[in-house]
């Protein structure tokens, strides 16, 4: 019955399939479709979507072409493109750059089925918490459409809505990429990361965007982080304008700094709101370790007398002790020239393999990047060149940053383009040197030296107090010889799997033989003989029966093979 009932959705699943397929050889990615063996699907796809491979785009670079496609996929595909974009440890540099330019701009929903979201939403009554919500969209993107509204209050704000429907899109979608990653895991060995894995992170953030709430409530902690700063705002958020799938915040009046003619700005202003960018920046990466992620042009906004906003709060950063610490030691190791440090850092950061500390090749490569910042004393370090050069000597390595070390990376670079562009000549350096001081000293100061030797003390004491005990019991079980050694062997079940099926072909080999040999011994016997004991004809059976298990045998070793 379970089956019959899933009917719909695996034809849905084969027509999405079909469709992508479609798209993909449309776009000159024929040879991919066939490497993952999708080209059963291949006709279909063509038939359905009048793909063809010799299609007006495969003269584009392959990224720009990737790129086409997802836009023709719709939503989800845009989404994914969009956070490889921020994520150039899982695609090449020049990809991540070409998936910047997907774009969000979407049709929009019409506002009757924006409506029924809202109805859905609010079960009491639109009426009893707003006053008016204007049908014409502010603004349409591929998971939420934007309307002006006006609260009971009288208040004007704007409502975030997410798009009816976009839950089961992303569902389907989403187990249509997990099985094309498992595909590729198959075919490409080498890519120094699990797709799988990849699509399951996408997945959890794709969800995370849709239910509001999670934006709602980065938007207030950040408002809360910058209460005693007046020239950094946040949107208010309205709570009771606010459920899963609804947002309503203030609407920010301001110029987008992608809107900004800075050669209109004096130079006094220039300089203010760059160092008001900067600050903000630093104290939310490197002080708190809570951040914008996301803080391009188009989420900025010039409030006039060196004031700016930042708005759209849905992708953040969070910077934890596992990563402000190796980040800290990295720091102070490429100031001391100490490769040994930069060593340990980079695999604490990475969680790699601890042979990766000895292997030559790797630590070559970290004396060079060590030596780049020789003699350049740890203020005047530039940290976003120095974050960008070690993770690309881990990705050449194939060693994975944190996601949110990479989306550190992305923010400072992009504000450090945005205050080039405005202010060539500030010194982002030489104004990072207190955060990253402050950073080094949380990690190395004589307050950190004595808290972490105070931990350690508790720590051993802690174990003194439990040891006895332990020790006992382990006594207890080894006068009761009941102390077992489990040893786990990570390839044994391969190497059994292995020799059972080299056996059972040695077996198959002397059954078949056997049955020749038999056969043979029959119609030789028969040779004598007038035929009428048929002993022939039973010899000619084995010879058959033998055939036929040579040819079974044979196919079901290919099957294995694939």
Sequence with gaps: MSNILGLPNAIRDMKRYAEIVGVLVHHGFAEIVQEL??????DKGLSLFGASPGSRFTHLPRAARLRRAMEQLGPVLVKLGQFLSTRADL???????????????????PFDDIRKRLDQEFPDGLKKTFRSIDPKPFAAASIAQVHRAVLISGKHILVKVVRPGIENIIEADCQILDALAELT????????????????EFRREILREIDLTHEGRATDRFRAMFADDPTVEF????WKATTRYVLGVEEIKGTLFSELDEKKLSRDERRALVETGSRALFRQCLDVGFFHADPHPSNLFWLGDGRLAFIDCGMVGQLDDEITQPLAQLLVGVAQ?????????????????????????FRADVRDYVEHFQNVPLGAIDLGVLLQMLFEKLRAHHLRCPADLVLLIKAITTVEGIAKRIDPEFDMVAFAEPYVQALVERRYGARALAERWKNTMFAYAGLVETLPREVAQLLRLLRRNKV???????????LTNTVEHASRNVAFAMIIAAMLVGSSILVLADRGRDGSSGIGTLGLVGFCAAC??????????????K
């Design 91 to 109: 695609v090449p540099a020049e990809w991540a750059e070409e998936f910047k330019l997907l774009q969000n701009q979407c049709p929009t929903v």
């Design 37 to 42: 063996k999708l080209d059963r699907l291949l």
């Design 548 to 561: 036929v298990f040579i040819v079974v045998r044979w196919v079901m070793n290919r099957k294995r093979l």
């Design 337 to 361: 020239g100490n490769v040994e440090a930069v060593v340990d850092a980079a695999v604490r950061l990475t969680d790699a393999d601890p042979d990766k500390a000895v292997d030559r090749t």
């Design 235 to 238: 949107p208010q958020v309205y």
């Design 484 to 494: 077992t050694v489990q040893l786990e062997h990570h390839e044994l079940p391969r």
């Design 185 to 200: 895991e198959q075919y490409f060995q080498n890519l120094g990361y699990s797709p799988r894995d990849v699509v399951r």
